[in-house]
């Protein structure tokens, strides 16, 4: 599984003029699922999601998790992140996990990131939708599991 990891001041996702999950400061993380993806590959990103330090302690060092200050989460599925772009000018998606594989370990990865206490925002699985955010540094990491 793929997660684009972004540290926010906000993020919001919307689907038409339905606003469907918004954070303050916190994390949005666009998510990915390969084929080939696993139920303990979603329990691994998870973790971490809730534990990689990437907030500032009081000394400036990116050092503070998304637990250690109880900041949002907002996961948005994307499955363009699994496309192959190694060769040509048009995305591949024949690495990418068939929906119902990709939808259940998504919401597999929503449930195993509120099991841990967290209230978590969400966009809507196959859905078009309109991603907005205020990256804040900007910090952006790419994980894999």
């Known amino acids: 599984m793929i997660?684009?990891?972004q540290r926010v001041s906000c993020a919001s996702?919307?689907?038409g003029e339905r606003l469907c999950g918004e954070i303050g400061t916190g994390l949005l993380v666009?998510?990915?699922v390969s084929a080939g993806d696993t139920p303990a590959q979603?329990?691994?990103l998870a973790q971490r999601l809730l534990d990689y330090r990437v907030f500032p302690d009081a000394?400036?060092?990116m050092n503070l998790s998304l637990r250690d200050i109880g900041a949002g989460l907002l996961l948005v599925p994307q499955f363009t992140l699994a496309a192959d772009t190694r060769s040509g000018n048009r995305p591949g998606f024949s690495g990418a996990a068939q929906?119902?594989?990709a939808q259940a370990l998504f919401e597999q990865l929503v449930s195993?990131?509120?099991a841990e206490g967290r209230v978590v925002a969400t966009g809507e699985f196959g859905a078009h939708m309109q991603v907005s955010l205020v990256n804040d540094?900007?910090?952006?990491?790419?994980l894999e599991t």
């Not at 540094?137 to 790419?142: E, I, L």
């Open 3 to 5: 997660g684009l990891l």
């Open 13 to 15: 996702v919307r689907v």
């Open 30 to 32: 666009l998510i990915g």
């Open 42 to 44: 979603a329990e691994r």
């Open 59 to 61: 000394a400036g060092r």
């Open 99 to 101: 929906p119902a594989l």
């Open 112 to 114: 195993a990131t509120r």
């Open 137 to 142: 540094g900007p910090v952006t990491f790419w």
